[in-house]
């Protein structure tokens, strides 16, 4: 007989140092989930996917077409795809490891015609207004963005949740329990002092708003980041919520 209340776990693929779960791992943690970080690039080995609830791949600079530079990325989105198509479970990607779902199964992910960076507007679509966990938020808001590449082409069987004006593929969900997100809602203040520190940030922010306009856009971000994290934890808890539920089931 298993368990009435079983315990849950989720499996967080990070890509960076300074790039972790941030508010999604301290929501994690307040519902009683159980996260444990794995490195690929550092060497790590991922633990067996069946003793985990819930898949998180988080953002980097990384691409998903560098396998030959980042090898580790062909192991990646191997467990990405068995997660998916063999065991069923809830996932979640934000930004690289949105693009890394898409790659996983099928899609194409390519350089954007224009970068965002900064807090951006992201509408979502009639469907996911009504479907968790998108139904739990705005139907606009503005995300944190940092991404020069983008899901161009939709693996078979997904479906567009959310865009902005520059992307046409800000989020995505395949099936009912896969979703990929293009914008970082689980950004925090320190998070954005961690990026500001990154020799790229000036650069991309210069590429996008002109120059000397790093330092302006990164206090505008954190001034304005209570009210998108307001938003992300409606997301995220509503995600949770599903794997909450599935265990219920299972129980």
Not at 35 to 55: C, I, K, N, S
Not at 78 to 104: M, N, S, T
Request: glycine residues 10%.
């Amino acid at each position: 007989m298993k368990q009435a209340n079983p315990s849950r776990r989720a499996l967080v693929f990070q890509h960076m140092e300074s790039e972790g779960p941030g508010l999604l791992g301290t929501l994690m943690t307040r519902q009683g989930i159980e996260w444990q970080a794995v490195h690929l690039y550092r060497g790590e080995t991922a633990p067996a996917l069946e003793g985990f609830d819930l898949l998180v791949v988080l953002g980097g600079v990384q691409d998903v077409w560098q396998e030959d530079e980042y090898p580790w990325l062909v192991e990646e989105k191997a467990a990405i795809r068995r997660w998916v198509k063999e065991l069923g479970r809830p996932y979640l990607g934000i930004c690289l490891g949105h693009q890394l779902l898409a790659d996983a199964l099928g899609g194409e992910v390519g350089l954007t015609e224009q970068m965002e960076i900064g807090l951006c507007r992201v509408s979502a679509s009639r469907a996911a207004q009504t479907f968790p966990p998108f139904s739990a938020v705005a139907a606009d808001c503005h995300w944190m963005q940092w991404h020069g590449a983008e899901v161009k082409m939709l693996p078979p069987g997904a479906q567009v949740l959310a865009s902005s004006e520059a992307c046409a593929v800000q989020a995505m969900r395949v099936g009912d329990l896969a979703f990929g997100l293009q914008f970082h809602a689980e950004v925090t203040p320190q998070s954005i002092e961690g990026w500001a520190a990154l020799p790229g940030f000036e650069t991309s922010v210069t590429r996008v708003h002109g120059a000397g306009k790093a330092l302006v856009l990164k206090q505008d971000i954190i001034e304005r980041l209570p009210g998108v994290q307001m938003e992300a934890e409606k997301l995220f808890t509503a995600l949770l919520d599903m794997v909450h539920g599935r265990e219920a089931v299972e129980a």
